[in-house]
C-alpha cells in the first residue's frame, strides 16, 4: 500500500517537470546559427576506390567535436538529392553547424556523419538533366557502392563501430528513397533508417517491407518524414499507412513547409537526437 502511495506521490512531484520540458516538436530558431565559444567538429574530404563504378570516388565525413581516435563512434550515412552530390548537404544544410550546436547542447550521441555522393557512375556531378534515367539509375547503383565499397573504406580510415545497430542512413528526396530501400532491404546491415521528403524512387511499401515480423525485431528506428506542402508527399504517406496497417513501429513526421533545406535541417535536427540513443525511440511528435 505504502508503495502505491509513494509512487502516486513521485508522479505527482515529477508531472510539473515533465509539463515544464516538453519534448520538441520542431528546431528552435537558431539551430542552425553557428554559436560562438562552442567546440566544432571536423570535416574531411575523403576518397576512395570503388569497384562498383571503376574509379575513385569523393565522400565527406564530419567528425564530432572531441573526436579521439582512441574512441568508438557510430555512422550516420546522409545522402543527398536528384540535383545534389556529396557537398549538397554542407553548402545548403549546415549539418555541421546543427550538430556542433546540438553536441553543445548534450544532446547527441557522438557520431561519425558520411555524406556520400549518392551518383554511383563514372561522371557523378550532378550536371545537364539530372533527371536523366541513367543517372537516376545511378542512385539505385549507389546500394552496392555503399555496400561493398564506401562501408568498408570507412571501417578502415575511421574508428567506428561496425555492426549494425551502430549503423544508420538517412537521407533527404532521393535520397530518403535510397535510404529506406537500401536501410529496409539490408536489415542485417542497418538499425536506423530515416527517409526526408522520399523521391518516387521508393520501393513500393509491399516491396521496402515484405517481411514485417522481421523489421519488427531489427529496426531500431524508423523514421518517415515530410514537410505538408510536398507534392512528394504521397510517397512517404502510403509507406507509413502500410507500416500502420502491418503495426510496424514507425515515426512519421509531419512538418509544415515544402520540398527544400529548410525542411531536410529540421528533419536531421529532430532525428540525429534519436540516434544510437538506448532505449525504445519511437515517439510521436
Ligand atoms: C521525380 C520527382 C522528384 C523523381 C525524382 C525526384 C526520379 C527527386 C527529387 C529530389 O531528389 O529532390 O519524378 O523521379
Redesign the pocket.
Known sequence: MMKHVFAVLACLLLSPLCWAQPHETIAPTGFDVIQPGIAHGNIDTVTYYSKTVGTRRKALVYTPPGFSKKEKYPVLYLLH????DEYEWLQNGKPQVILDNLYAKGKLEPMVVVLPNGRAMKDDRAVGNV?DSVK?QAFATFERDLLKDLIPFIQKRYPVYKDREHRAIAG????GGQALNFGLGNLDKFAWVGGF?S???TKAPEKLVPDQKKAKEKLKLLWISCGDEDN?MSFSKRTHDYLDKHQVPHVFYVEPGG?DFEVWKNDLYMLSQLLFKKGNVYRTF
Open positions: 538529392g536528384i540535383g545534389g533527371f537516376v533527404l528526396s532521393m535520397g521528403s523521391a518516387p524512387n512528394l520540398h
